[in-house]
């Protein structure tokens, strides 16, 4: 299927009508962020079934990681925006010093403007809609730019959204790359991004000419580092689960494993073990996998495969045709590696063998900083200093994965891996802005009026 593109002589008046909407206040009652909510709940409600379908036909998503990834957690989102907006729209009167008793000093919660949100593809429908629902319950108008690589998806999106949500303030736009670089050429008040490193920073090039804020979700090599004193069945289970979900193509998948040589031969003892369990003992015709988005990224994670020096120790096999590669474990792979060297991004995991886990903090710290980091130990005190001695986006300890599903931990990256942070509360603070306010009475003149010249000795306190 193919997507049909926004105009890019269209782009400069989608954005003034949304300036213009904004400009006139239309977006900022509580009421109306709270309506528009509602639609974009039934939205989701009246379609999941479409959705579900479009993200099977995007890349055979399982129905289950559909609900789980896609509409649940928006869902769940969105009512606690809902509930929350009294609460995070009012102002926030701040202490002040006894001189300025008499004034009223607050923070206003302002819409931040007219903004744009560039989705990726491995969850095509999230990924787009989490940062927009900040952004309506921050009171902004919008454009939501869908990944042109799930093509069922971003064609979903772009004839629901006229249908539920008010045309005069939200705009789905449909765009390749080029078509993107023509977006960013448009005035935006902040770029919400989530993709690649590589295209993140291009984005922030782009946002600079207009000094428009950014948020970059972005990528890297998230590692598990797994202890001798971990639980290594729950370890074996927990990585996997978290590097086959979405055939690997999610963004804080654990990237590879690093232990101690003991670690990994019991880890290869256990994973074909997890495998058979989850999915089976014929993988490829299991319902509970997905396929790799097209042949682009099915090429480039067999080149990776094939250039690795690691020991081919599961999986392996691949079907072009099919776009599937089976979920596959390379042991004691080199640290300088093909599978080393980027984001992998798919079901392929590579354990790097050590002395000890400082070693492996070494290892991680010689690298960029990752969006998520999994230490797995059974002692708190190794965990502790695993996390104190290391940096990434966020952690999980013992777990992967699970901390993007709670919205109360802000969730982005550091460095390469990433700038600014959403979900829960931290979406809505990310289009607001905080417009620091005082107000001042008449009636403390006196109080206040030895600020001016002449400075006599009898004005000056100190
Ligand atoms: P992609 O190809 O869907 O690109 C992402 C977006 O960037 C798309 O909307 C695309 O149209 C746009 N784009 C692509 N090239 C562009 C260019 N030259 N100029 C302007 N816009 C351009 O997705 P991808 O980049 O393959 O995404 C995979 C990456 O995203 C991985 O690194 C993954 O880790 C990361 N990711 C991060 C998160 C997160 O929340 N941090 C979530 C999902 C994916």
């Known amino acids: 299927m193919t997507l049909e593109y926004t105009n890019a002589e269209d782009l400069p008046e989608i954005v003034a009508d949304l300036r213009k909407t904004f400009s006139k206040n239309l977006t900022k009652p509580i009421a109306y962020r709270k309506q528009q909510l509602k639609q974009l709940y039934s939205l989701i409600e009246e379609n999941e079934e479409l959705i579900f379908d479009a993200v099977a036909k995007d890349f055979r998503k399982p129905r289950t990681e559909a609900w789980i990834g896609e509409t649940a957690l928006l869902k769940a989102d969105i009512i606690e925006f809902f509930n929350k907006l009294d609460e995070w729209t009012k102002p926030q009167i701040v202490e002040t010093s006894i001189a300025y008793k008499f004034n009223k000093c607050y923070i206003a919660k302002e819409p931040i403007g007219t903004v744009l949100i560039i989705g990726t593809w491995n969850y095509p429908v999230l990924l787009a809609l989490a940062p927009f629902v900040g952004a309506v319950a921050a009171g902004c108008t919008a454009i939501c730019k869908p990944s042109e690589v799930a093509t069922h998806s971003a064609k979903l999106l772009g004839e629901l959204f006229p249908k539920y949500l008010d045309h005069n303030a939200y705009r789905i736009v449909q765009a390749g790359p080029e078509g993107t670089v023509k977006l960013l050429e448009q005035k935006f008040d902040h770029i919400f991004y989530t993709g690649s490193t590589v295209v993140g920073k291009k984005i922030m090039e782009a946002a600079v000419k207009n000094l428009t804020p950014v948020t970059l979700e972005l990528g890297g090599k998230s590692p598990a580092i797994v202890a001798n004193d971990a639980n290594i069945l729950l370890a074996a289970k927990r990585i996997i689960w978290g590097k086959i979900y979405n055939c690997g193509q999610t963004c804080i998948a654990p990237d590879y494993i690093i232990c101690e040589k003991s670690v990994q031969t019991a880890l290869l003892e256990s994973i074909p073990k997890v495998l058979e369990e989850f999915l089976g003992d014929d993988i490829k015709q299991s319902k509970d996998y997905a396929r790799i988005v097209n042949h682009r990224h099915f090429d480039r994670l067999q080149k990776m495969l094939l250039s690795s020096k690691g020991k081919l120790s599961i999986g392996g096999d691949s079907d072009r045709n099919d776009f599937y590669i089976a979920p596959t474990v390379l042991a004691d792979v080199p640290k300088d590696d093909s599978l080393m060297q980027e984001e992998i991004f798919g079901p392929i995991l590579p354990i790097v063998v050590v002395d000890s886990i400082d070693e492996a903090i ?101």
């Open 362 to 462: 070494e290892f991680v710290n010689n690298r960029e900083i990752p969006l998520a980091l999994y230490p797995f130990t059974s002692s708190k005190k190794l965990a502790k200093h695993i996390l104190d001695n290391t940096q990434s986006g966020g952690a999980c300890v013992n777990d992967c994965i699970l901390h993007f599903a709670i919205p109360t931990l802000p969730f982005g990256g550091k460095g390469n891996s990433g700038m600014g942070n959403y979900h829960g509360k931290k979406s809505f603070d990310t289009f607001t802005h905080e417009r620091s306010t005082l107000e001042t009475p008449y009636y403390v003149e006196r109080l206040l009026g030895s600020r001016y010249p002449p400075y006599t000795n009898s004005k000056v306190w100190f």
